[in-house]
T-cell receptor, first 111, second 111 residues
């Protein structure tokens, strides 16, 4: 059974129309990550939560926001998607070690 | 220069071949080395995890780390069509927050 679940798996939006991607986990891990992965590129860390402490990467655009209402859920909000934001968005969790457990990803298309 | 360099391929081999995938890195602080496998349109899944230098074997997979050369390898013996995927190397100095990924090598094993 999937332990990190991302929804939706595929999201199509229009330029500038806000999008929310969700991630839920059954592992009770205290750390959750959001990565952006473009085609043939390494996953790029956007931000992470250590429990409720939010940590933003320095180069993450302001257009990207995140919420973690409880241990199990985390959301990625893209306020005004541009064409350059089309990518796979990966949620991952860890209990604090180096090993990440990833979800299947949400593929975003921006028209 | 990127911190982690990985040949993107694509790499195409016949079934049963031995596959060698490699990454080089520049940060001597890296201590933990991982290989993730990512099937098309899916999230990465952990394949191998190694601490410091040495070899680790798991079935048909062998991971090697040579810290003196800043070079890591993944060998796949008796490759199968089900091994067709993108393989991402990843490494960190001590926490998943610092995990740095390679851009991935796309492997196709032909039946």
């Amino acid at each position: 059974d999937a332990m990190v679940i991302q929804n939706p798996r595929y999201q199509v939006t229009q330029f500038g129309k806000p999008v929310t991607l969700s991630c839920s986990q059954t592992l009770n891990h205290n750390v959750m990550y959001w990565y952006q992965q473009k085609s043939s590129q390494a996953p790029k860390l956007l931000f992470h939560y250590y429990d409720k402490d939010f940590n933003n990467e320095a180069d993450t655009p302001d257009n990207f926001q995140s919420r973690r209402p409880n241990t199990s859920f985390c959301f990625l909000d893209i306020r005004s998607p541009g064409l350059g934001d089309a990518a796979m968005y990966l949620c991952a969790t860890t209990a604090g070690a180096n090993v990440l457990t990833f979800g299947a990803g949400s593929r975003l298309t921006v028209l | 220069q990127k911190e982690v360099e990985q040949d993107p391929g694509p790499l195409s081999v016949p079934e049963g071949a031995i596959v060698s995938l490699n990454c080089t890195y520049s940060n001597s602080a890296f201590q933990y080395f991982m290989w993730y496998r990512q099937y098309s349109r899916k999230g990465p899944e952990l394949l191998m995890y190694t601490y410091s230098s040495g070899n680790k074997e798991d079935g048909r997979f062998t991971a090697q780390v040579d810290k003196s050369s800043k070079y890591i390898s993944l060998f796949i013996r008796d490759s199968q069509p089900s091994d067709s995927a993108t393989y991402l190397c990843a490494m960190s100095g001590g926490s998943a927050r610092q995990l740095t990924f390679g851009s991935g090598t796309q492997l196709t094993v032909l039946p």
